[in-house]
C-alpha cells in the first residue's frame, strides 16, 4: 500500500478496538489501546493505537491525536523498561509497505531489547499464544 492509502475500517486494529478480535491489553483509555504484539520481535512486544484516529499512518494524523498517543507511548515505554529490565527499548512506527508497514492504521511498536538476544523479523514467524503473552503482560501491567 502507498503513503495515501484509504483508511479500511475493517483493519485488524479496527476489529481489535470493536472486540470482534481478542487481544491482550495492557491499558485503554477512552483515546488509545495498548497491547501485546501477537507476532512479537522479543520477550515484551506491545502495541499503541488510537482507538477513534481513523489515521493509516504518521501524515494522516492531526497534531492532537499524535501528541496523545506519543504520550501513551511514553507510558507504556516506561512500564516495559520497569516491569521488564530490557537492556534498551526500540520505539518503531512504519509508514508505507516498503517501509515495513502492514497494517494501515496507524500505530506504534514498543520493542524490548536485550543483550544477546536478537530481535526477531518484523511481522514473521507464527504468532504468539496468549497464555504467553498474559504472563508478560501481567509484568508490565504491575509496572504500570
Known amino acids: 500500500m502507498s503513503l495515501e492509502a484509504q483508511y479500511d475500517p475493517d483493519n ?3 476489529k481489535i478496538i ?3 478480535i481478542p487481544s491482550v491489553k495492557l491499558f485503554e483509555t477512552d483515546a488509545v489501546l495498548a497491547f501485546m504484539d501477537v507476532f512479537p520481535q522479543s520477550e515484551g512486544h506491545c502495541l499503541v493505537i488510537h ?3 481513523t489515521a493509516t499512518n ?3 494524523v492531526d497534531a492532537d491525536v499524535l501528541a496523545t498517543l506519543m504520550a501513551a507511548v511514553q507510558k507504556l515505554a516506561r512500564a516495559v523498561r520497569d516491569g521488564l529490565s530490557p537492556d534498551g ?3 518503531a512506527q512504519f509508514n508505507g509497505a516498503p517501509a515495513g508497514q502492514t497494517v494501515y492504521h496507524l500505530h506504534f511498536h514498543i520493542i524490548p ?7 526477531g ?3 514473521s514467524g507464527g504468532p504468539a499464544d496468549a497464555e504467553s503473552l498474559e504472563k508478560v503482560a501481567a509484568k508490565i501491567r504491575a509496572a504500570l
Open 121 to 123: 523479523a518484523h511481522a
Open 12 to 14: 485488524i486494529f479496527a
Open 89 to 91: 527499548i526500540r520505539i
Open 51 to 53: 482507538k477513534q484516529a
Open 113 to 119: 531489547v536485550y543483550e544477546g538476544r536478537a530481535l
Open 58 to 60: 504518521l501524515f494522516d
Open 18 to 20: 470493536r472486540g470482534d
